[in-house]
């Protein structure tokens, strides 16, 4: 028995945008427009196109009044939407002697034949390999490399020391978190966790909120776990 038209449904040919009824089970048919054959469930059902996707972002904090942004990773520079202060961007890699201030959203890195000296600097992650002299702050990870030669003071939400590299500091060093795959001699404070990889040698007193030691690791030192750090 043929299909009454209340058993049909409404199709629109993907080729010419003609519409016709057809049975809603129905497999296939030939437009009577444009005589194209197509599948009535594709056109009845059709895959939902991606949206075509802007540049890939990050987010970040204003540096003055913390406002949240979302900047394409590619930018090198942006206006707080806020309060319209001008935030940096960039990427810095030096490798040679440079005396100045740099207060950026991005990467720095002082390469091993880098000398940076008098300076204050504001980023989101370091990687230290050569020298620098001042005061150095990261809202994210700082790695310090065996040829690095720091004097000053720094600040960071998560110390990293590579494999195969050591680091002596005189001073307790109070980070957020921690990794330690390379060789550390100093006391560390933690306000979160301290992660000593199977290579990690530490020679020093830990308090930390929590520590993970892997097998092979060597402590040596005292450890004072849980309690919250000042």
């Known amino acids: ?54 540049p890939e972002q990050k987010r970040i904090t204003c540096f003055e009044c913390g406002s949240e942004l979302d900047v394409p990773i590619s930018a090198q520079s942006t206006m707080c939407k806020r309060c319209s202060r001008y935030i940096d961007l960039k990427d810095y890699h030096l490798a040679n002697a440079v005396s100045k201030n740099f207060k950026t959203k991005g990467s720095f890195t002082v390469e091993p034949t880098g000398y940076v000296f008098n300076t204050e600097v504001i980023a989101r992650e370091a990687v230290i390999k050569g020298r620098f002299l001042g005061k150095l702050t990261t809202e994210g990870s700082l790695t310090i490399y065996s040829t690095a030669e720091i004097k000053g003071s720094f600040m960071t939400a998560r110390l990293v020391i590579p494999v195969a590299n050591h680091f002596r500091w005189k001073d307790t060093i109070k980070v957020g978190s921690a990794e330690i795959a390379g060789e550390l001699v100093a ?37 004072r776990l849980g309690s919250k750090q000042s």
């Open 1 to 54: 028995m043929a299909a009454s038209k209340q058993d049909k449904v409404l199709v629109t040919c993907p080729h010419c945008g003609h519409g016709q009824p057809e049975p809603p089970t129905a497999f296939s048919t030939v437009c009577k427009e444009c005589g194209k054959n197509f599948r009535v469930q594709e056109a009845l059902h059709p895959t939902r196109k991606k949206l075509e996707s802007g």
């Open 187 to 223: 006391n560390l404070h933690s306000e979160g966790t301290i992660t000593l990889k199977s290579t990690a040698r530490l020679f020093g007193d830990i308090e930390a909120k929590s520590l993970v030691v892997e097998e092979g690791a060597v402590v040596v030192g005292s450890m």
